[in-house]
């Protein structure tokens, strides 16, 4: 989450816990009246919730980790966002505040769709916990206080076991098949609901499709729940040791949970009033005066007890917005995440691509080009393609090859670099070429020229296919040994057309390509889009690439670790070689270092 955001949580916390606190003035003067029993029972009031919230932290912390995706949420980090989304829901209308909080902590991370599904997952689970809370509490309470049933208390016991079963055959019905598109379906006759939808359905489905996954996962499913449901049960303490505090030494722990069932019962019937003012006092005082006809005043003074309460765990949860926000999960197979280049680095073995184009050149009998004249024709070519869209999604590589070579033919031939026959009719001059002039189409070439250019693009797509052959058994390699990979790389827009042609598409997660999303390298930027891609910290990245600049100290900017093959590039300049982490001359040295 950015820090921006943490703030607005931070100050939006202050101001609630100011209401909080400025609610009540009548229960401070209750509690001066009760110093010695508030001295006595309040750290166990208080102090009962660590333990109820390790355990809503352990059951977050396993439907977080129970997902499609390589990512581990720590135990205390769970517990710092359990215990800040609780404070925020608290403090907020319909308990709105702690979801979105945690989304935005989880989403750097595992990715908005997966964030969303887990919080919506630990929230559909603590609402069932309620629900089995209740069902508890109200068996108990026709085995306990059977004799004060009376016909209309049966009625309504009737009822709300029928919900329960509805509300479990519900639950089981959104784990089983996901939810989230089914509810938008509902307000489909709202246009602008349709349209946010179909802009997200993307998204929706995988959010779906995560709930879904954890359904074939009973253990971590059941478990959860177990989890919720004993820190539910263990919750009566608190109500258990209120009760000790106000003189009613007969009471059980069986009396603190019906309490605590009713309460909370009432409490999320109400639960779109902020920090249920009004709705606990009420229901704490009907409860109360069925099971002891005690006066409503002391459902108010207990509830003062919770209050306190909730100001302490709220002033926790508040601070700990700003506290150890560096790495809240970490990978679970503890191996970086590898961000690759591609052109110079896996396709032709650190030799920049100028010299790969030239020696095809040579190669098809323009051994008199080079120097300058050829350095200014590579550079038109670049710039040509990138300034028009020359290059279709769909090209392969031997296609791109063959239309930059013939930009770089055109250009040579029209500045007299080289020296080939001329169709009828055509005349190649400097009038009107300049370097700043850069056809929309592809130049049409001469018979003999174009052959010129069918040659360099076979010369080079073969030494291409023979360098990956190095390339394709390190990735493979690294693929079997657990590393995500991710490429960045300075492309046209073709890049996943390049890579299934060669039959590497597999072994890449995500790409992020210049084209596409609009930086290019040297731009750290594009590095750091390359980051978030992997979803991980920039420290548990490493960037490999042939490019000093481009990739090295760029992506070191970004904050990457970096190893740097060294090869033959475009600026024959010193380099400090203390800068990337590690430094190959082969592709294959990657192995050893990657264990």
Sequence with gaps: MKPLYRNIFLTFGIVGLIVLILSFPDGWETVQKNRLNVILYLPGVVGIWLFVYLLNARAFQMLVNTSDHDKHLVFRNALKLTISGFSFSYITPFGFGGGPYRVMELSKYIGTPRAISSVALYSMMHIFSHFFLWTTGCIVFMVVYFHKMTPWLWTLMGIYLTIFFAAAAFFNYC??????????HIFFFIPAARRFY????????KTDANIRFLYEHPRQLWGSLLCE????VLNS???????????????TFADALVILAFSSLMGNLLFFLPMQIGAREGSLAIILTILYG???????????????????WILIGVSLVKIGNKRIMKDASAKPTLLFDYGGTLDTGATHWSFVLLEGFHHCGMRQLGGQAWRDAYVYGERALAKNRIILPEDD??????????????????????????????????????EAVY????????????????????????????CLEDGRAVLETLHERGYHMVLVT?????????????????????????????VKKPDPAIWRLGVEAARRLPEDCIAIGDSFDKDIEAAKTAGCQTIWFKGLEWKNVERDEAVPGHIITALPQLLGILK
């Design 175 to 184: 784990y089983k098949y996901g939810i989230l598109c089914k509810l938008f």
């Design 198 to 205: 179909e802009r997200n359905y993307e998204a929706f489905q």
């Design 229 to 232: 449901y004993v820190g539910r």
């Design 237 to 251: 303490f608190e109500f258990f040791f209120i009760l000790l505090a106000f003189g009613i030494t007969d009471a």
């Design 294 to 312: 005690a006066a409503p005043a002391v459902g108010i003074y207990t509830s003062i007890f919770t209050r306190i309460r909730e100001i302490f």
């Design 397 to 434: 590589f031997h296609t791109l090859l063959l239309k930059k070579a013939r930009y770089e033919i055109h250009y040579l031939l029209t500045h007299h670099a080289i020296d080939l026959p001329l169709s009828d009719g055509q005349s190649y001059t400097d009038s009107g070429l300049s």
């Design 439 to 466: 056809p929309a189409e592809v130049p049409v070439l001469s018979a003999e020229a174009d052959r010129l250019a069918v040659g360099v693009a076979d010369f080079c797509d073969a030494k291409v296919r023979r």
């Design 490 to 518: 300075n492309f046209y827009g073709n890049i996943h057309a390049v890579l299934k042609g060669y039959g590497l598409d597999k072994f890449f997660e995500d790409v992020v390509e210049s084209a596409v999303v609009g």
